[in-house]
């Protein structure tokens, strides 16, 4: 079942990642919708007004880390909730656009689930 009230922006360069991530997300029941980079993610925010979080990696090709698109997002869609995730960096919630959230990789979906649930609440 899609829970229609919350709609979620997942930014993953690794096919593989992000195809898996999307996949646990929708069996959660959130609407996802999907980029490779930055840039695309830009593209998909535009045109999704509904969109009410988002779910980056940091480490990715384009014009853009996932630290600066959250900071972007923020900056444009101050609604959009953030979550951060990397395998390679540790980064501090105070390092973050305000509310964000960082989770390291391997994560568990269920607890991502959860935190979009518990933010777009909020």
């Not at 079942?1 to 992000?18: F, G, K, S, T």
């Not at 540790?90 to 935190?115: C, H, N, Q, W």
Request: include cysteine.
């Amino acid at each position: 079942m899609i829970d229609a009230c919350i709609v979620v922006l997942v930014v993953e360069d690794e096919p593989l990642v992000r195809m898996n991530t999307v996949g646990a997300l929708e069996d959660g029941g959130l609407l996802v919708f999907e980029a490779a980079d930055a840039d695309e993610a830009i593209v998909i925010l535009v045109e999704h007004t509904e969109i009410q979080a988002l779910f980056t990696d940091i480490d990715m090709p384009g014009s853009m880390d996932g630290l600066k698109l959250a900071a972007a997002v923020r900056d444009r869609w101050p609604p959009i909730k953030i979550i951060v995730t990397s395998g390679h960096h540790a980064i501090r919630e105070e390092s973050l656009p305000f509310d964000g959230r960082f989770f390291s990789k391997p994560y568990d979906p269920e607890k991502i689930i959860g935190t979009i649930r518990e933010m777009v609440a909020a």
